[in-house]
């Protein structure tokens, strides 16, 4: 009996449609339609190569040539995200106890021109973390040179960091830092995000391992964001970053890819040192800087659990300011 072009469609519907309901329980669901995305993309190239390129003349060759090339491009980065994503990855915890001498830690706030009630939250929350107080240091690090923010210091009595200029925005204030510090590790937070306290209990161990890095917990935020708010799916969708704050990241992290997004981050400060410190000269400081810690077979992590929360943008405005890494400060 053969089945015609229309109940071919309604059959692949239904089965596309019952594989995604399936695949928010079950993995192997997941898998399937990966597999499905990627056969059916290998056919459609196959098939534009085969019979689709444009003969009429050399420009056109040229023109239709160059069109399959970036359609390939798209393809490959595809089977990357499948990669990725085709086997969930979960990092297992390794406790404080396990290191024989606990290392000292400094926790660096970057500020620019941030309220002070927002500084003052993180400030707070970092003051809260369980860990030996006299193996713990708090410094906020001050581009805005703010008097004000030098007596909210004075106020919890954390240390407090300007400089002179503001050369190289945020690296090269982290950079500074390092110069006025010497914990064995470095804490990076910005100023909208507030630590839990058990931010170092559970992303500290990783460094029981001498060529672990650097270790970064996801941004999380506890706003909802422009999409959600104004959509009316606060509830429905996640938050825009969620998807790669935790689902990539963590993928990424079998492959000992991990990338460093800024915030909520430790480093072994030797290895630091030995890159040069954050990288400097380049648009996003932060991914430089993880790319630069990740050679000569260097270890990272990523510990995917809300470990710190954040302000996310709360208007279009907010949110492509945000975005916008080009224009100096």
């Not at 210091?153 to 510090?181: F, P, V």
Request: proline residues 3%.
């Amino acid at each position: 009996m053969e089945v015609s072009l229309l109940e071919w469609l309604v059959i692949s519907s239904f089965a596309l449609i019952l594989f995604y309901f399936l695949s928010r329980k079950y993995h192997w669901s997941k898998q399937v339609l990966i597999a499905l995305f990627l056969g059916i993309n290998a056919i459609y190239l196959g098939w534009r190569a085969v019979y689709t390129l444009p003969t009429m003349n050399t420009i056109s060759i040229i023109a239709g040539i160059l069109l399959l090339l970036t359609e390939l491009a798209g393809f490959l980065q595809s089977i990357v995200f499948s990669i990725i994503s085709w086997k969930p990855f979960k990092r297992k915890h390794i406790p404080l106890s396990d290191f024989e001498t606990l290392p000292t830690v400094d926790i660096y706030i970057a500020t620019y021109n941030e309220s002070e009630d927002l500084l003052k939250r993180t400030i707070a929350a970092c003051t809260l973390i369980r860990y030996p107080k006299n193996l713990m240091s708090i410094y906020v690090c001050d581009d805005g040179r703010r008097a004000s923010v030098r007596e909210l210091c004075e106020e919890y009595d954390i240390g407090y960091i300007d400089r002179k200029d503001n050369s190289h925005a945020k690296a090269g204030n982290l950079n500074h830092a390092l110069t006025k510090t010497n914990g064995e590790i470095v804490v990076t937070m910005d100023a909208d995000m507030v630590p839990q306290a058990n931010f170092l209990e559970r992303t500290l161990g990783q460094f029981t391992d001498p060529e672990m890095v650097f270790v970064q917990a996801p941004q999380v935020f506890y706003n909802d964001d422009p999409f959600q708010y104004n959509l009316f799916f606060e509830d429905q969708i996640t938050n825009e970053q969620d998807f790669f704050m935790r689902q990539l990241e963590q993928g990424k992290d079998r492959f000992n890819a991990t990338m460093y997004v800024g915030s909520n981050a430790l480093f072994r400060r030797t290895a630091l040192e030995e890159v040069g410190g954050f990288a400097t000269g380049v648009i996003t400081e932060d991914m430089a800087t993880g790319m630069l810690l990740q050679s000569d077979n260097r270890k990272t992590a990523f510990i995917n659990e809300t470990l710190a929360v954040g302000l996310s943008p709360e208007t279009y405005a907010d949110l492509l300011k945000q975005r916008d890494r080009l224009v100096p400060r």
